[in-house]
């Protein structure tokens, strides 16, 4: 397997993480799919074959994604356990690839942050993390005590950066500021993000980030499926769904047809450049706010992440940019 990291014709697309001296493609795979169907995150995918796995994760390899975004909840530890065996049985070399990985803060104090790392380490099998985040805001901690322990884990060296998911614009800031006292920056924030998804550029966490230089990461970019427009094609498919889907994510007659108006043009965008609307979805999210977002699309399949990384590779102009922005910003 080539090296990722040294990769002379990929490395020229990368960009930095927030302040950190970490560099990412601008998509990172995306493995919520990898939980195996165990626990419940895992209930919303239906269990991947290793091979199908270890081919996704080749495929988003040899498209020059240099990163993967998994969690300690994504089938309690199953995600970065496949992840992990993929990786191997490609031959990656630890630290030739990124990895985010997530702590579970639910009914949980910040103590548990130091004490289940090495559970974490253990599950990706040698693969360092580069990034860990605290999954959602409702730790039974105060926000200071879960930097605290997160900025002990930097300075012992057990992950290289920091970052944070789901948290309001005010909880954004307080993060920020803590862990600046302790001279370590706030690398990201990862936010449900997508074209039918624009709450973050309403309420202002999206300028927010900005301002404070930390990296916003969206996630289900492709809000699960429904930007491929293939609901749009086929809406009875929406019974097939997996009910947790359908529940988190509205699919209904109603919200097709509320959205309907942006799959026309991005079906228009797409055929210009010979490409999916998927793939536009992924290409506007990454472009649309220059360097600061990054997008990890989730894949079910080879072909799902063939399809997706080649989004890395369209360039959308200023007026296609502005086009799907208009159609898409009051949805
Ligand atoms: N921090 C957080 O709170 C949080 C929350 C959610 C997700 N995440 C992260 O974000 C990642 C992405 O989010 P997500 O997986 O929820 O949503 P997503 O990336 O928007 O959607 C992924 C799903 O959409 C379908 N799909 C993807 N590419 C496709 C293509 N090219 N053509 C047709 N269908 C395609 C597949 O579903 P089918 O199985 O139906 O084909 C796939 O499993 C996750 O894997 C996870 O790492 C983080």
Request: charged residues 25%.
């Amino acid at each position: 397997m080539s090296d990722p990291l040294k990769s002379e014709t990929h490395s020229n697309n990368f960009r930095r993480l927030g302040e950190t001296e970490i560099h990412l493609s601008p998509i990172g795979l995306g493995t919520w799919q990898f939980s195996s169907g165990v626990g419940n995150l895992g209930k919303f995918w239906d269990p991947l074959k290793s091979d199908t796995m270890t081919g996704i994760v080749k495929t988003a390899l040899n498209s020059g994604v240099n990163w993967f975004d998994t969690a300690e909840s994504y089938g309690d530890g199953a995600s970065e356990r496949n992840l992990s065996t993929s990786l191997k049985s490609l031959d990656v070399t630890p630290g030739n690839v990124i990895i985010a990985d997530k702590w579970w803060p639910k009914q949980r104090k910040a103590s548990s942050i130091i004490e289940t790392i090495e559970e974490r380490l253990k599950c990706l099998q040698g693969y360092p993390i580069d990034l860990y985040q605290i999954h959602w805001p409702e730790s039974e901690s105060w926000l200071r005590t879960e930097m605290k322990m997160l900025a002990q884990l930097v300075d012992e060296g057990k992950v290289k950066a920091v970052g944070l998911c789901n948290y309001n614009r005010r909880d954004l800031k307080r993060a920020h500021r803590q862990l600046r006292k302790r001279g370590i920056p706030l690398a990201s924030i990862q936010m449900r993000y997508s074209l039918a998804h624009r709450d973050i550029d309403r309420n202002n966490i999206m300028n927010v980030a900005k301002d404070l230089g930390v990296s916003v990461i969206a996630w289900s970019p492709l809000e699960q499926g429904l930007l491929t427009g293939r609901l749009h094609d086929n809406p009875e498919s929406i019974n097939n769904l997996n009910k947790h889907r359908v529940e988190m994510f509205g699919f209904s007659p109603q919200r097709l047809k509320q959205t309907q108006e942006l799959i026309n043009v991005l079906k228009k965008v797409a055929e210009r450049h010979h490409a999916t609307p998927a793939q536009i979805s992924v290409a506007w999210l990454t472009q649309f706010h220059g360097e600061s977002v990054f997008a990890i699309p989730g894949a079910s399949s080879i072909e799902q992440a063939e399809s997706n990384c080649a989004s890395m590779l369209i360039k959308l102009t200023t007026d296609e940019l502005g086009e799907i922005d208009e159609v898409s910003k009051s949805l």
